[in-house]
């Protein structure tokens, strides 16, 4: 390693090893160098075997930094900028391809999306990636006596953390899983904007047509919206032909209204109070047209993920009443199950915990569901819950005393879920199937 005027700033400990781990137990100086790069040097020699390359990558939108340091804190690769693009992304191939691929392990900070596509190409490639979260890199960075914070020293920083810290390389399954989490929450957005054209399709209709509703108990259904689309108000199923008009809701209803239900619509229109408004019809029809689009959009994302969900034959598929969407929404939202140590994590990560509450002497005995970490993943073990009740003899047993015990339903079912959220725990991490009657 090169000389340089270095300055003792603090002492890192690094524990015992653990199953994945790279470095023995050692105390670690860090030095500030006088080219404001940050180094680590260990204060015992590594044998060859425990000779191992970080590199650390900083990521951006556009652009990107890099360098690499080895397990006795030299700096083997430069900091260096490459393009968020495939030139990009060959010139760093490039520069790790100098290193042994055994002996390197290449680490980035989880920085939303920014990442992603970079993780997959490097697992794709075959490489060791760890995604490190931002608070180990954080610690690092206040123990600098001086305030430095630039995407060169980050580097640096983030291929530090990877020596201090266990790490568990990013695999295929992982993004898979990835996938599962983005899909799913997509389809819950998809589910809010169709449920929002709803609630203002319900209001334009009140205005053009509002006995409609009443008589079709609800509009929200297919022969209704073929009605709607081709006459948007009153005035316009009026004038339209009786024989056209019993043709199109027959064959828009299967079958279930016929002739009789177009005399009798009629001359509920003739009655009616709605207004013949063009801009009214307008938003009816288009609104009709967003949730349909909206409909086929939601179908083609659970097709999406059904197919993920098959391909990782999980062994949570094998509980009674968990399909595909909520089984990908789970798997997606949980992600690696071993960053969890214990179920009762999950159960927090999810925000099916209850809340606790104390002041001086007093704590609460009972208290709410805290309702705090994933909401997608709260949904999904709810719904799934319910699904589970209906389908498995343990567990609406276990509904049945919840209610006995004077609980609502919603209250019986967040104890489902947690209870459902145990299973899944011990399931998923010694990969056993369901097997409770």
Not at 19 to 28: I, N, R
Not at 233 to 240: L, R
Not at 319 to 337: A, S, T
Not at 379 to 391: R, Y
């Amino acid at each position: 390693m090169k000389e340089c005027i270095a300055t003792v700033l603090s002492e890192l400990f690094i524990s015992r090893m653990l199953p994945g781990d790279h470095l023995p137990s050692t105390y670690f100086n860090q030095v500030y160098e006088d080219k404001r790069l940050w180094i680590v040097t260990a204060s015992n020699t590594l044998g060859k075997e425990g000779f191992m390359i970080y590199a650390g990558i900083d990521i951006a939108k556009l652009n990107h930094f890099a360098s690499a340091i080895s397990s006795d804190g030299e700096v083997v690769l430069k900091p260096f900028k490459f393009t968020n693009d495939y030139d990009g992304f060959s010139k760093l191939k490039s520069s790790l391809d100098s290193f042994d691929p055994d002996q390197l392990i290449i680490g980035l900070e989880s920085t939303a999306h920014y990442g992603n596509n970079l993780v997959e190409f490097l697992v794709n490639n075959n490489y060791k990636v760890c995604v490190i979260n931002p608070i180990q890199t954080s610690t690092l960075r206040k123990n600098n006596i001086r305030k430095t914070k630039t995407d060169k020293v980050d580097t640096l920083v983030i291929a530090k953390a990877l020596m201090m810290n266990p790490t568990r390389f990013f695999t295929k399954y992982d993004i898979s899983l990835l996938h599962l989490k983005e899909l799913g929450r997509f389809r819950l957005k998809l589910i809010k904007k169709r449920t929002q054209a709803k609630i203002q399709l319900t209001s334009y209709v009140d205005q053009a047509f509002p006995e409609l509703q009443y008589y079709f108990n609800g509009i929200h259904h297919k022969s209704c919206y073929a009605l709607l689309k081709e006459a948007p108000t009153a005035a316009k199923i009026v004038s339209m032909h009786m024989t056209h008009l019993s043709h199109l809701i027959e064959v828009a209803s299967h079958g279930h209204f016929n002739k009789e239900t177009a005399k009798e619509l009629r001359v509920l229109a003739q009655t009616s109070v709605g207004i013949d408004d063009s801009s009214v019809a307008l938003q009816i029809t288009q609104t009709i047209e967003l949730i349909e689009l909206l409909d086929k959009q939601v179908k083609t994302v659970e097709s999406d993920m059904e197919s993920i969900v098959k391909s990782l034959d999980s062994v949570i598929m094998t509980i009674p009443g968990i399909g595909y969407i909520n089984g990908g929404m789970i798997l997606g939202e949980i992600g690696d199950i071993s960053r969890f140590s214990n179920p009762s994590k999950v159960l927090a990560f999810a925000g099916l915990d209850p809340a606790v509450y104390q002041s001086g002497f007093f704590e609460a005995r009972s208290t709410k569901m805290s309702k705090r970490g994933s909401k997608a993943l709260r949904f999904a073990l709810v719904n799934a819950a319910h699904n589970v009740v209906k389908n498995n003899k343990t567990f609406k047993d276990y509904y049945a005393q919840k209610r006995s015990e004077g609980k609502s339903h919603y209250n019986a079912l967040g104890h489902c879920a947690g209870k459902l959220v145990r299973i899944i725990y011990k399931m998923l991490t010694d990969n056993v199937a369901f097997n409770l009657d």
